[in-house]
């Protein structure tokens, strides 16, 4: 290793708050290191240098890092890095270089408070090929969290959840275009709140059958993260975490026309899903005369198992797409099937109409019981917006998982009746039944030429949405509430629909009585919003 003294001034010293220098426990005016590797013998000997590469690292006089370069051992320049600085010493961009040529830039924005507001990612044609949103650093101005998303605005790939916070991990994975028969992806990250190790995986080989099948995928995934956390009354905090493991197959059938949009294929998963819970009890002390009894908790672990079935018929076409899912799914004392069927009708200028239609039954395995209804209560059909805790196979992605409190506890999944409002706060929520249960939803593009939000600088699409839906318990006699249940308002769709914010205006009476007794008038604009993620 060769370091070189920097001579230069240091008048911009005071308005760096991060030095690379420092990081690496480096002292002095180094303007640049070089790392040339050498081989090594069994007895640790120093020999002949290493064909691979020598880096070189330039530094700026304020210790941070302004390009890097590498050579093989014939001096020849294979790789060189140059960096760009804020006037704050702060990151900037980079661009990237291989045997002359660009590979790949990034450049970030900043605000005028010295915070990143974001950063595009270039390919080597200069084009946008990801860009990074929701950037957030620490007091050294290193970025510490991240959301990276492609360039059509689909979401990739972000560094934090409500209970995890801030959670840093490889990336690494094998998948590509044109996919490979093994393909691979792990995620493994440690989560900063909880300080434990979560991520996710997944393994999976694709066979190409002369048959009846197109392809054939056997897999595995599996995921673990923090999904609650318990607060004692002395302020000590219990993570409490879910760990999936996933094993499956699917059958994709041959079309005739192999340019066909059309794809149809079985599904088979087993759900092997573990869950930390807590156990209360009390400690009883008795010394001489006195007693003390103390309440205390210990953390304990379940497990369960789901099967899943599914036969998916669907048509991807550009006019008129649509899809249809049968969906049997089996667990322990029940089995429950579901038809969810999808069509989008294509307007002539812009837009169109998304129709879905769901239809549910609920079966119990030998005769139902109090302990059984208790025992599948997540499981059971559901008209109200699902909330995380009914997310039984952790398939979808929730800020807060078990919030009961703030906008992170407004997020509701796409299940079932799929209603956009909540009643989570009632023990037996609306719209809830362990026997059958059918909904429609709608959802029409408002024509940008009388979409008021286009008033506002940034093009910002809007929707209507209309809930229609009935269940088992409103068609017996005595029932208290409306057969058919339904809400309406508008929907805010935010890059290609990957953030979805509802607004309920209309509902049903049922509803109405709901917010009102249990939100405050002044808020209740707001807290009845709900926020659906599709990642």
Not at 105 to 114: C, L, N, P, V
Not at 123 to 136: I, P, V
Not at 504 to 515: E, K, Q
Request: hydrophobic residues 35%; proline residues 3%; aromatic residues 14%.
């Amino acid at each position: 290793m060769l370091a070189c003294n920097n001579e230069g001034n240091k008048s911009a010293g005071s308005k760096v708050t991060f030095s690379d220098l420092v990081a690496e426990n480096l002292k002095g005016d180094i303007s640049s290191i070089e790392e040339t590797p050498y081989q090594t013998d069994s007895t640790g000997k120093i020999g002949a240098m290493d064909s691979c590469c020598i880096a070189l690292t330039e530094y700026d006089e304020n210790g941070n890092v302004v390009k890097y370069t590498t050579k093989d051992s014939k001096g020849t320049l294979k790789e060189e890095g140059t960096i760009t600085r804020y006037e704050n010493g702060m990151w900037k961009g980079q661009k990237n270089m291989k045997d002359g040529k660009i590979i790949n830039s990034i450049e970030t924005s900043m605000d005028d408070k010295g915070m990143y507001t974001g950063a595009l990612a270039y390919d080597s044609t200069g084009k946008l090929e990801f860009y990074y949103t929701g950037l957030s650093q620490n007091e050294q101005g290193q970025i510490t969290s991240w959301k990276q998303y492609d360039k059509d605005s689909v979401f990739r790939v972000e560094g934090a959840n409500t209970y995890d916070k801030l959670m840093l991990g490889a990336f690494i994975t094998n998948i590509k275009l044109p996919p490979s028969d093994f393909q691979f992806l792990l995620a493994p990250m440690y989560a900063f709140g909880s300080k434990r190790l979560s991520g996710l995986g997944l393994a999976y080989y694709s066979f190409y059958p002369s048959g009846i099948f197109k392809s054939i995928d056997i897999g595995i995934s599996g995921s673990t993260f923090t999904a609650d956390q318990f607060t004692d009354e002395t302020g000590n905090k219990t993570s409490l975490s879910f760990h999936k493991i996933v094993p499956g197959i699917r059958l994709t059938l041959k079309e005739k026309n192999p340019l066909s949009y059309l794809n149809r294929y079985f599904q088979f998963k087993s759900f092997r899903i573990s869950e930390d819970g807590l156990r209360f009890y009390r400690d009883t002390v008795v010394t001489g005369v006195d007693t003390i009894i103390s309440n205390k908790y210990s953390t304990i672990s379940e497990s369960r198992t789901l099967n899943q079935l599914k036969l998916v018929i669907e048509n991807n076409r550009v006019l008129y797409p649509y899809r249809g899912e049968l969906n049997v799914e089996q667990g322990k004392y029940f089995i429950r099937t579901a038809f969810t069927g999808k069509y989008f009708f294509n307007y002539v200028k812009e837009g169109g109409l998304d129709v879905r239609f769901f239809a549910g039954k609920f079966f119990y395995t030998g005769s139902k019981t109090v302990t059984k209804q208790f025992a599948t209560d997540r499981y059971h059909l559901n008209l109200t917006g699902a909330n995380g805790y009914e997310d039984y196979t952790y398939s979808d992605y929730f800020a807060g998982r078990n919030k009961f409190e703030g906008f992170a506890s407004q997020q509701i999944m796409v299940r079932d009746g799929a209603f956009k409002v909540r009643t989570d706060l009632l023990a037996d929520k609306v719209g809830k039944t362990d026997d059958w249960l059918i909904a429609a939803n709608f959802s029409t593009t408002v024509p940008s030429s009388i979409n008021p939000l286009n008033l506002l600088p940034v093009k910002i699409p809007l929707k209507l949405f209309f809930d229609i839906g009935t269940y088992a318990e409103t068609w017996k006699q005595n029932a208290e509430t409306d057969r058919f249940l339904f809400d309406a308002g508008l929907h805010i769709p935010l890059l290609k629909e990957t953030v979805n914010i509802y607004i309920p205006l209309l509902y049903s009476r049922i509803y109405r009585d709901y917010l009102q007794s249990t939100i405050p008038k002044k808020e209740r604009l707001w807290k009845k919003i709900c926020l659906l993620l599709c990642l």
